[in-house]
């Protein structure tokens, strides 16, 4: 076997594993990594399939476990490609289209999601950004207390606003030109992991229930796995399934948008992907064009259109913020695909919150701090 066939049969033994290793859907660190690069994944395994098939099968003398990885990687490969399809333009759209005959601007709700990076101290950048997009709404997370006194630039123009700074990258703000008419800090998983639910007042006086999150993420680096995040995104999303207005969910989730946790959020809260038939709006890695994930999000409710969804410019950090425009506009309601749960993502919601649950009571106060001081 030549040194190229050898190559090649490696990587298509590592691409079949990446694609393999999350339908486990263990909650381990090293399976939930492979999650996030599935659009990496399928242009390699494209790329991979094309020299595997010419050098190893076309021109050589392939062996029948060649053939197996062949087949293998062909089945990864439309796996990996059938997954991304939903992120772009040859799939339907989730969100309609908001019809500019029907426009109402006392109904819009104009957001924007950025996560600041704590140790950037580009403030400046920050705010210039942030008043180009000129939004109704700002939620901003890993906000320390420089961050707190620098987002107080925008008191003029965002009267109303709630900050809870942290050290620990868990910190978040939101500053608003509308009215919140309630606003309530919860810890679903952990006291240290903050989550902010609020009723905002748009302009024609009616109430948009808006959630920003942001949970503990998988890392290598400590090899800490997904659970603490995945049982948060199942709190919020069976809690947003409890409202019946319209609701808006945004934050960085640290999960991307294809992921089963993230489509198992959708379910359990009924809210649509705005992205889905539009492209993938990577926010993550903002200094790597070539390493980006999908990890900054926004979720709605269907009575909503979309007007605008954008990336928003570099802000010193390492996420874009993102932006969204929706209008209420609730003929668009029956016309538009709302997930729905079945009892096997009830279950499994259920399961994934005993995890959580289960790991919490067994970890000891010292492994606690241990885990705490990472974060800072």
């Known amino acids: 076997m030549t040194a190229l066939r050898i190559v090649l049969t490696v990587l298509a033994v590592v691409l079949v594993l990446a694609t393999a290793l999350p339908l486990t859907r263990s909650s381990e660190w090293w399976v939930r990594m492979f999650d996030f690069p599935r659009m990496q994944i399928a242009v390699a395994a494209v790329v991979v399939l ?5 050098f190893d099968v076309w021109m050589g003398e392939p ?11 062909a089945a990864a490969t439309a796996y990996q490609v059938v997954r ?24 819009r709700f104009r957001f924007v999601v950025s996560n600041v990076l704590m140790e950037n101290r580009d403030g400046d950048r920050w705010l210039r950004v942030m008043r180009e997009a000129d939004p109704d709404v700002i939620a901003a997370v890993e906000t320390d207390g420089w961050w707190a006194e620098t987002a107080r630039a925008l008191a003029d123009d965002y009267p109303h606003h709630v900050e809870v700074p942290q050290d620990d990258t868990y910190g978040m703000l939101v500053y608003s030109k509308l009215p919140l008419t309630s606003t309530e800090v919860r810890h679903l998983v952990e006291q240290e992991v ?6 905002v007042e748009l302009r024609s006086g ?29 709190r919020a999303g069976r809690d947003v399934a409890q409202h019946e207005g319209p609701v808006v969910v945004g934050g960085d989730l640290n ?19 705005p992205r889905v038939g539009r492209g993938t709006f990577s926010t993550f ?20 259109a979309l007007r605008e969804l954008r990336r928003l410019d570099h802000v010193g950090s390492d996420h874009f913020p993102m932006l969204i425009e929706l209008e209420m506009n609730p003929g668009v309601q029956p016309l538009q695909d709302t997930p729905e749960a079945e009892r096997a993502d009830v279950e499994e919601g259920h399961r994934m919150v005993r995890e959580a649950e289960q790991l919490k009571a067994e970890e000891t106060p010292e492994e606690h701090q241990e885990r705490v001081q990472e974060d800072q």
């Open 206 to 234: 009616e109430p948009v229930s808006l959630v920003v999150l942001h949970p503990r993420p998988p890392r290598p680096d400590i090899q800490q796995d997904s659970d603490l995040r995945d049982a948060e995104l199942v």
């Open 194 to 199: 903050p989550s902010l639910f609020l009723t």
């Open 255 to 273: 999960d991307v948008a294809w992921s089963h946790t993230t489509r198992l959020f959708q379910e359990l809260s009924g809210l649509l992907d």
């Open 63 to 73: 062996t029948k476990w060649e053939w197996v990885l062949l087949v293998a990687l």
């Open 84 to 107: 991304m399809v939903p992120y772009t333009p040859l799939h339907s759209v989730q969100t309609l289209d908001a019809e500019a005959a029907l426009a109402d601007s006392s109904r």
């Open 285 to 304: 890695h903002a200094d790597h064009w070539w390493l980006r994930y999908p990890l900054d999000h926004v979720f709605h409710s269907d009575h909503f």
């Open 50 to 54: 094309a020299l595997y098939a010419t």
